[in-house]
């Protein structure tokens, strides 16, 4: 039937002239299958589309491989893919870090320098949040 499908043939087709290949499948039966062979078949896509973007990262690992390639639903898929997802604005961590102050934020948060006059430490090659 996947066969019939991906040559082409329309659902009447398919029912009435090769009802051998089919085991005489009715046309609603044959409807519904279409729609989910679709569905496997876009989300097989997407499933590759995610795989090469997170290679594109660099992160793809066999454990994050497997978990996108095992995805059942959209859905599924989506959850396995949101940390590895690329936004167009970085997080105020990521743009601290950009401006050089990861080192210094993290001496803060363990308790290592009580106050910091962080202007000192700002790389003002790097364009940031001003405000």
Known sequence: VCRL???????????????E??????????????????????????????????????????????SLLTARTAEMLDIAYSPFKTGHKATLAERARALGLGDIAEQVLEGKVESVNFAGYVDPSVEGKTK
């Open 5 to 19: 499908l991906d040559e082409g043939n329309s659902i009447p087709f398919i029912a009435r002239y090769r009802k």
């Open 21 to 66: 290949q089919t085991g005489g499948m009715e046309p609603d039966t044959l409807r519904i299958f279409k729609e989910s062979y679709e569905s496997l078949q876009n989300l097989q896509e997407k499933c590759l589309k995610c795989i090469t973007a997170v290679e594109k990262v660099g992160k793809l690992s066999p454990a994050v491989k497997s």
